[in-house]
């Protein structure tokens, strides 16, 4: 992700001619759609399409610098934009393309917006620092054991960013779960949660935010699918890149309201793990180790983009708990 | 190590027979191409032809305050330009490939051109001021959309269409281009209308005719050995 951006279509001999500065090049090259202010109102519209507003933070900030350098290189279809925005991937240097996305990012003027480039990828339990607008989906599946059978989980997890640091979220637990010979299956506990971004660095190497989850009853605890009371979850998520390699922590309180003295527990997560190249879609290998109070799990873990922006992504990972 | 005489009849055998099939092959080659027939002809209209010029609406340091309406080009004797003319069946001739469309003067020059599917177009720029050669299959899918911010570049692309493939610019709205990508033999008439396809066997074949704003029904036409097949094609408003 943070590598920097190298097109295989990229001119072999640097074009002297042209201009110079991200400024001269955006002007030149970019201004007769995108408008020389960043927001896409120019006097002589050219093409059909509303041309992305540049000025709004809300668009130009989530996305980290390889998705923008990937649409610039390739064009539009490639983010599943317009195909009316060109590929500029054969005519411009790497280094020209990475001066563009940084004065692109310049027309955000409002402070505090963190950049896409601490938006690291997710790690399987860890929760990401990084305000998401996105759908996860998370299946897992728990071998039983002490006379238990295996459990399956399907966790769909609904995120929308508020504001310009703020995150709520919405999750769905569907399982089944087999208990004493016999097997349940509905609707788990619902959680929701809110986060929000405390720092964020403008080099986009740390991030850290606080959150708040609450996991409500919704769940039937007679038939093993749910915990039966609300469960109060407090934690700081940070995420830090040094060159290529990423860590992401979380540490978390648990708080059952039936016994908060008793049953309270400390959860603590910590990844570790790099992308293996610059492209959004690559692979990443990384290992979490997980804890609960006295417990602790080690879940290596294997991440693909999907797509070519890695918007869509999927993980696999197992762990198991020593005591 | 000596040679059996019965080898070197062999030996002497097999050279002969080869020569033979040579000499057979290429007097069947030239007795082949001799039998070739040709189809020429001129395609016409009565339709006017674009005389208006069309207003540049930006980039007029480079572009000039007008470019000529390139669409429908008529000669004196109603001769017209940049009809693609397609002989169905007829297995396309060596064509040049790639192809090269430059954006000049604000224009794709040429406007109109033959070519094959999966074939490589070079696309270019005289022009100091940033050009995009926007390619539209038939059916409207984008096919590529290049960047030419500057003079001189060439950036290769494939033709991953068959049919006529349009070329715009979306920073110059007026600029128009056309490669037609096609199976058959397919040539542009010229500009006074004239067209010539040489190397066609003796036969029976349809003509299909393409021009950006006319339109024209098939025709068919027979090829006799060494006789050129007079063509002589209206092409009308739709």
């Known amino acids: 992700m943070f590598a920097t951006f190298v097109s295989a279509g990229a001119p072999a001999v640097a074009l002297a001619q042209g201009p110079s ?114 759908v996860v989906v998370l299946p897992s599946v728990s071998h039983g054991d002490e006379g238990d059978g295996a459990s399956v989980r399907l966790k769909t997890v609904y995120e929308r960013r508020v504001g310009t640091r703020g995150h709520v979220e919405v999750g769905l637990p569907l399982q089944s779960v087999g208990r004493a010979g016999e097997r349940a299956a509905g609707l788990g506990d619902v959680t929701v949660a809110a986060k929000y971004v405390l720092h964020a660095n403008w080099a986009s190497t740390r991030i850290v935010s606080v959150g708040f989850e609450v996991k409500t009853p919704t769940g039937s605890e007679g038939r093993g699918v749910g915990g039966g009371t609300t469960v109060l979850e407090p934690y700081v998520s940070a995420g830090f890149a040094v060159r290529d390699f990423v860590v992401q922590t979380q540490f978390k309180v648990e708080m059952p309201m039936r016994d908060p003295g008793g049953d309270t527990e400390v959860v603590y997560n910590v990844y570790g793990g790099r992308d293996l190249s610059w492209l959004p879609s690559t692979w990443s290998i990384g290992v979490e180790i997980n804890g609960v109070d006295g417990k602790l799990a080690v879940t290596p873990q294997l991440r693909k983009g999907l797509t070519r922006t890695g918007a869509l992504a999927a993980a696999w990972g197992g762990y198991g708990f020593r005591s | ?75 004196p004797d109603g001769g017209l330009a940049n009809a693609v003319i397609t002989v169905v069946g007829l297995a396309p001739g060596v064509e040049a490939s790639p192809i090269e469309v430059t954006n000049d003067g604000c224009r794709f020059v040429p406007r109109v051109q033959v070519s094959r599917p999966g074939a490589q177009v070079d696309l270019t720029s005289a022009d100091d001021v940033l050009h995009t050669s926007h390619a ?96 002589t094609v209206d092409m009308r408003e739709s």
């Open chain 1, 21 to 134: 500065s991200p400024q001269e090049m955006y002007g030149a090259w970019c201004a007769s759609c995108h408008a020389p202010d960043g927001t896409g109102q120019v006097a002589v519209k050219t093409i059909t399409v509303e041309p992305m507003d540049f000025t709004d933070c809300a668009v130009t900030t989530p996305e980290p610098d390889g998705d923008w350098e990937l649409v610039i290189a390739e064009g539009g279809p490639v983010a599943g934009l317009s195909s009316q925005m060109p590929g500029y991937g054969d005519a411009l240097t790497a280094e020209q393309i990475h001066a563009l996305v940084g004065y692109v990012r310049t027309f955000c003027t409002e402070p505090g917006w963190p950049i896409g480039n601490v938006n690291f990828s997710r790690p399987i339990f860890t929760e990401k620092a990084f305000p998401e607008n996105e």
């Open chain 2, 1 to 75: 190590m000596g040679v059996s005489r019965s080898g070197a009849r062999g030996s002497l055998t097999a050279l002969v027979l080869t020569v033979l099939l040579c000499v057979g092959w290429l007097v069947g080659a030239s007795a082949a191409w001799a039998q070739d027939g040709a189809i020429g002809g001129r395609i016409t209209t009565l339709a006017p032809a674009s005389a208006e010029p069309l207003t540049v609406t930006t980039n007029q340091d480079v572009c000039g305050q007008t470019v000529p309406d390139e669409s429908v080009l008529v000669g």
């Open chain 2, 136 to 231: 539209y299959a038939e059916d409207g899918r984008s096919l590529f959309n290049v960047a030419i911010p500057m003079a001189g570049l060439t950036i290769t692309r494939a033709l991953t269409a068959r049919g006529v493939v349009r070329l715009v610019c979306d920073t110059h709205t007026w600029m128009r281009g056309f490669v037609v990508a096609a199976v058959d033999r397919a040539v542009v008439s010229a500009a006074d209308g004239s067209f010539r396809i040489d190397g066609v066997p003796p036969g029976t074949y349809e003509l299909r005719f393409w021009h950006e704003r006319l339109e024209a029904g098939t025709q068919t036409v027979t090829v006799t050995a060494d006789g050129v097949t007079d063509v």
